[in-house]
């Protein structure tokens, strides 16, 4: 099961890059909860598919563009840790940034129930006790 877990999340990163919500949604719990890295600003909690659609959505309404590269997953089972960059663009400038983020998973019967968007590697591996 846990090789589907990795493919989900491809498929939502492949999906947000789209700009897809209904896809990104596809494999979420209705329940499903969504944390934002706390570093930035207006970051929160949010709850639910409409919550993740509200979250998301912030992203996609602050930048012109934006897209998810992912680098390295690695597969714990009911857990997904991704690793990767993020590229965006502001919409009234070409000044693009680039910027490292991971992201924890958590699953249940194959559907997305938590998401802990994080800062990297380091800090994803610590919030789940794993050492770098």
């Known amino acids: ?3 589907d877990n990795v493919d989900v ?4 990163a492949d999906a947000f890059n789209r ?3 209904a896809a990104v949604a596809g494999d979420f719990d209705p329940e499903a909860e969504w944390l934002e890295d706390q570093r930035y600003p207006g970051a929160g909690a949010f709850h639910g598919l409409d919550g993740v659609a509200r979250s998301i959505d912030k992203w996609w309404d602050a930048w012109a563009e934006i897209r998810m590269e ?3 997953t690695i597969d714990l ?8 960059r993020a590229h965006a663009r502001g919409h009234d400038s070409d000044v693009t940034v680039e910027a490292p983020f991971a992201g ?3 699953f249940r019967a194959g559907k997305v129930t938590r998401v802990r968007m994080l800062s990297g590697r380091t800090e994803a591996l610590d919030a789940l006790g794993l050492s770098d």
């Open 1 to 3: 099961m846990s090789h």
């Open 9 to 12: 999340v491809h498929r939502a």
């Open 19 to 21: 700009r897809d919500l």
């Open 70 to 72: 992912i680098d390295e």
């Open 77 to 84: 089972d009911d857990s997904v840790v991704v690793i990767g």
């Open 104 to 106: 924890i998973f958590d």
